[in-house]
DNA sequence: CTGATTAAGTAACATTTGTGAAGTGCCGTT
DNA sequence: AACGGCACTTCACAAATGTTACTTAATCAG
């Protein structure tokens, strides 16, 4: 569990032996089933979550009560709200389990805590919280330049794992399509 | 000029006389005609601007060689790429001039030095990331669920100052659509 | 096993958005 | 004043996407 945090964490940074220790001491293993909601719109955020196993997505609900999903995690990986996690403010997602999830969580203020002591876990936290904005920078991109077909054609080459234990309805709203659109598109592709 | 910029911080966290001179030494206001490019993409974001005056775009191009505009500013407020002035590293956008623009701007070292000589800013400067983090979260889902036309009305009414003085066509891109079909909407629009 | 529920696919049609060609008005240059 | 360039608009048509209704397949509870 822990030591695929540690290779995630040492792809971008050097730890020794302290900073594994309080990565060993802080974050705390937890294993939840399919469709548990872990977060929740409107409450402040409680955790950072790093994906040991399992799909996990952040979603709201638009104007006419139809779910959109804004993030999809593929691990390993950190996911969370991150900026609602970071000023500790009411949500505006919820953060549910796609699959049976494998996770490891840290609060806020152990979080805070840990970064304090440790200058190479400081760096890697600055990192997680860079990528989540160049998350968000891409999908924008994408869904203000590319088609639907280029969209999911896209993901489909980025994110194959994603598409195969993913419920398409949810990859769909990621996207910013129809479902159904989806469905008329991925019969095209394969018809080719 | 100065005092703009601190009014915008001080509306966010309080400043002592020390925040107050650190902020007087280290931002430049410095003057660039419209159409001006300011920092180019794959040169490294050399500095943070504060807008006094003026309006000013990020954008980029897509494959087949179009200007996409991903954010446009309205004064008094910050723009830069965050991510790669913040980490140093060559941008993917160009920021450019739409009229005449007072700026304040602060070099990556300098802002790193006041930040850590002051609290206070490094809590605003958090904040400032913030909220480009969540400017590009909103702009995400709004493309992600809204018509093109919803699209326009919301930012219509959310900023009616940058609808009248920057080109329609920069609108467009940032929205989304193509310059026409922009038109076409605020045609339909303006008849009810 | 049966019936109910849900996700996904299909098809026909409606709506929205993109595209190409052409026109208008504005602004600066000469 | 005449000219060219540019931003924006307009129109007709094409393409992409949404919508509604229906079908299929898988899953799950009884």
């Given at each position: 569990?822990?030591?695929?945090l540690?290779?995630?964490?040492?792809?971008?940074?050097a730890?020794?032996?302290?900073?594994i220790?309080?990565?060993?001491?802080?974050?705390e293993?937890?294993?939840?089933?399919k469709?548990?909601?872990?977060e929740?719109?409107?409450?402040?955020?409680?955790?950072l979550?790093?994906v040991?196993?399992?799909?996990?997505?952040?979603?709201s609900?638009?104007?006419?009560?139809?779910?959109?999903?804004?993030?999809i995690?593929?691990?390993?990986?950190f996911?969370?709200?991150?900026?609602?996690?970071s000023?500790q403010?009411?949500?505006?997602?919820n953060?549910?389990?796609i699959?049976?999830c494998h996770?490891?969580?840290?609060?806020?203020k152990?979080?805070?805590?840990?970064i304090?002591?440790?200058?190479?876990?400081?760096d890697?936290?600055?990192?997680?919280?860079?990528?989540?904005m160049?998350?968000?920078?891409?999908?924008?991109?994408?869904?203000a330049t590319?088609?639907?077909?280029?969209?999911?054609?896209?993901?489909?080459k980025?994110?194959?794992?994603?598409?195969h234990?993913?419920?398409?309805q949810?990859?769909?709203?990621?996207?910013?399509?129809n479902?159904?659109?989806?469905?008329?598109?991925?019969?095209?592709?394969t018809?080719?």
């Open positions: 569990m822990i030591q695929n540690l290779n995630t964490i040492e792809s971008c940074v730890l020794n032996k302290e900073d220790a309080l990565c060993e001491a802080y974050f293993p937890v294993l939840y089933p469709n548990r909601i872990i929740e719109e409107g409450q402040i955020p409680r955790y979550y790093f040991v196993s399992g799909f996990i997505r952040l979603f609900y638009d104007k006419d009560g139809n779910e959109v999903t804004s993030h995690n593929c691990p390993p990986g996911i969370t709200s991150y900026r609602h996690f000023d403010v009411p949500a505006g997602e953060l549910e389990c699959s049976e996770l490891l969580r840290i609060s806020k152990d979080l805070d805590y840990i304090n002591e440790s200058p190479a876990l400081k890697f936290s600055i990192w997680v919280f860079q990528q989540s160049s998350y968000n920078e891409n999908r924008a991109k994408a869904l590319l088609t639907a077909e280029d969209r999911y054609l896209h993901f489909m980025s994110h194959p794992d994603v598409l234990n993913v419920p398409l949810y990859i769909a709203s990621f996207l910013g399509m479902p159904k659109s989806l469905s008329r598109i991925r019969k095209k592709i018809g080719r």
